[in-house]
């Protein structure tokens, strides 16, 4: 490789390591990654209220999942993937019950 | 002219050594600090996964990581150490949404780096290969961790607040404190004011080894006061693993630029 090639890769490589968090701060939900959103932002409090089939009601937080990073909008994509999690659940909320996903 | 003098960093071949090194320290305390998370990812999975990583195979990620940066502090097999770290890293990275870590990412990056950079003999007498994106991804980082806290809820202090006063921390800033409304506004500005002034710095002769003492002081600042200190000392590790390529970097063509010596390091590195 000769000095032009590997200076032109060099300049697109810059590109790549500006423009990819450039992009994710302007229009990504944040915290997103590989944006380097390092404790930028709030992200709100997560927990599941759990209604299984015998009529038995449980409370799960983000631990139990390891779910501690913030760049997973748990209140965005969680609730539903938490249905193949607990099996014997029927219907899950998030903590104030505005949001309610059915598993079965 | 711009893409020819992109092409080559001039640096002190100690400065290039200590760099890899670094690197591979901060690696081998990542594979460690994988180990529990990839051991226990199947016990309660959310299929948050990107690639699905086999269960049994979970030690896999960890192996390569801690491989590699053994290579890397030994300076042996840079090229196949350097992969071996960025491998194992991506392999975690994509395994499952909940190991994503800037950190993590970051060491991918600079592995990566430190294997392309890498040649047969050395010190290179046109300098270090694509050396340049080392310096730059440090101040990206730098810069977007400025940038990305430009928000009300950080400069009011209460991201700082939230995040401080969870357990975990090696020396927790008093409740008294976190209480104020001033002071987290204070920390947060500062915060915001030190990252932005080492994206910068950095890169200015003059003021280089001020930056450097003060990227020092904020990393141990960082691990000393947030929770979650292992991760952040790795953090600090690959950050400060790149000060001596700021700090030894010279102009190609500017006259005692960095070349390298008779006496400096000579040795295979593939």
């Not at chain 1, 032009?4 to 490589?13: E, F, P």
């Not at chain 1, 607990?86 to 899950?92: F, G, M």
Request: with cysteine; charged share 15%; proline share 6%.
């Amino acid at each position: 490789v000769n000095d032009r090639v590997r200076g032109t890769i060099v300049l697109l490589l810059v590109l790549l390591q500006f423009g990819v968090p450039a992009v994710l701060l302007v229009v990504a939900d944040k915290p997103a990654r590989f944006g380097w959103h390092m404790y930028s932002y709030p992200t709100p409090d997560f927990a599941v209220v759990a209604t299984h089939t015998d009529g038995r009601m449980s409370v799960h937080d983000r631990d139990e999942w390891m779910l501690d990073r913030r760049e997973i909008r748990l209140d965005r994509v969680m609730l539903g993937r938490l249905c193949t999690v607990l099996p014997t659940a029927v219907e899950l909320a998030d903590a104030d019950g505005t949001e309610r996903v059915r598993c079965r | 002219m711009i893409r020819q003098r992109l092409a080559y960093l001039h640096a002190a071949p100690t400065a290039v050594l200590t760099w890899r090194r670094v690197v591979g320290l901060a690696a081998i305390i990542k594979a460690v600090l994988l180990i529990e998370p990839l051991a226990h990812l199947d016990d309660m999975r959310p299929p948050l996964a990107t690639i699905q990583l086999p269960a049994d195979l979970w030690f896999v990620p960890p192996l390569l990581v801690a491989g590699g940066g053994l290579c890397l502090v030994a300076h042996r097999s840079v090229r196949g150490g350097g992969s071996a770290v960025a491998i194992g890293g991506l392999i975690a990275l994509f395994a499952d949404e909940r190991l994503y870590s800037n950190h993590l990412w970051l060491l991918v990056l600079l592995a990566a780096l430190a294997a392309v950079t890498a040649g047969r003999t050395e010190p290179r007498t046109e300098g270090l290969p694509y050396g340049h994106l080392v310096l730059l991804q440090v101040s990206v980082v730098y810069g977007f961790a400025a940038a990305s806290k430009l928000n009300v809820a950080f400069i009011s202090g209460g991201v700082l607040r939230s995040d401080l006063a969870v357990e975990g921390a090696l020396i927790p800033l008093p409740d008294l404190l976190l209480a104020q409304q001033e002071p987290m506004m204070a920390l947060a500005l500062a915060t915001v004011i030190i990252e932005l002034a080492l994206a910068i710095a950095l890169w200015v002769r003059r003021v280089r080894p001020g930056a450097a003492v003060l990227g020092m002081v904020f990393h141990l600042g960082l691990v000393a006061v947030v929770p979650g200190w292992e991760e952040l000392l790795v953090f600090a590790l690959l950050c400060w693993s790149t000060y001596p390529l700021f700090l030894t970097r010279t102009s190609a063509a500017s006259p005692g630029a960095a070349r390298p010596t008779a006496h400096a390091i000579t040795q295979q590195v593939t």
